[in-house]
């Protein structure tokens, strides 16, 4: 039951985000200009308590361009896990970074050294996060994949309805 209230949360804040990109991207339409719905990529981490550890959800929202349709899509990269209180950890959650958005710092500059890698998502509740996003948020039917460092993403079309 309350993963079902974890997932409302979630897609409360997601659903926010996405009208506010879909209309920057028509009013970019209407004046002639074409810009990204989303420029570079937005990424933000949700925790959610509970009462017997926490919960943690990260979300990054980056354009992905569709050809087959022709079309440009707002992508959603969902990590989630949970770790409980007394357990190893104690409470902390860790989760990726999804880096595959395709963006990346411009510039000369020394690279960073690599931060350690964070464990995998927890597969089960992230795909769930990612199915109860994708129909709360009117993603689009099909485009739900797994991503290679675990998360699962998925497609919401920016077209003006």
Same mark, same amino acid.
Not at 59 to 65: A, K, N, P, Q
């Given at each position: 039951m309350a993963v079902e209230v974890w997932y409302a949360y979630v897609n409360r804040y997601l659903e926010s985000?996405? &009208? $506010?990109?879909r209309e920057v991207y028509r009013r970019e339409l209407r004046a002639g200009t074409h810009w990204d719905p989303v420029p570079g &990529? !937005?990424?933000?981490?949700? /925790?959610f308590g509970m009462d017997d550890g926490n919960g943690l959800v990260r !979300?990054?929202?980056? =354009?992905?361009?569709v050809p087959e349709r022709s079309e440009?899509? $707002? @992508?959603?990269a969902v990590a989630a896990g949970t770790a409980a209180f007394m357990g190893p950890g104690t409470g902390d959650v860790a989760l990726p970074r999804y880096t595959d958005w395709g963006g990346g710092? @411009? #510039?000369?500059?020394? /690279? $960073?050294a690599p931060p350690d890698p964070a464990p995998r998502p927890d597969a089960r509740l992230t @795909? #769930?996060? &990612?199915? $109860? !996003? !994708?129909? #709360?948020? #009117?993603?689009?039917p099909g485009s739900l994949r797994e991503e290679p460092s675990g998360e699962y993403?998925?497609?919401? =079309?920016?077209?003006?309805?």
């Open positions: 985000v996405l &009208a $506010a990109c &990529a !937005l990424e933000w981490t949700l /925790p !979300l990054t929202v980056f =354009s992905e361009y440009t899509w $707002a @992508r959603v710092i @411009r #510039g000369v500059r020394e /690279p $960073a @795909r #769930g996060m &990612a199915e $109860a !996003l !994708l129909e #709360g948020v #009117g993603g689009v993403s998925f497609g919401v =079309s920016m077209k003006p309805e």
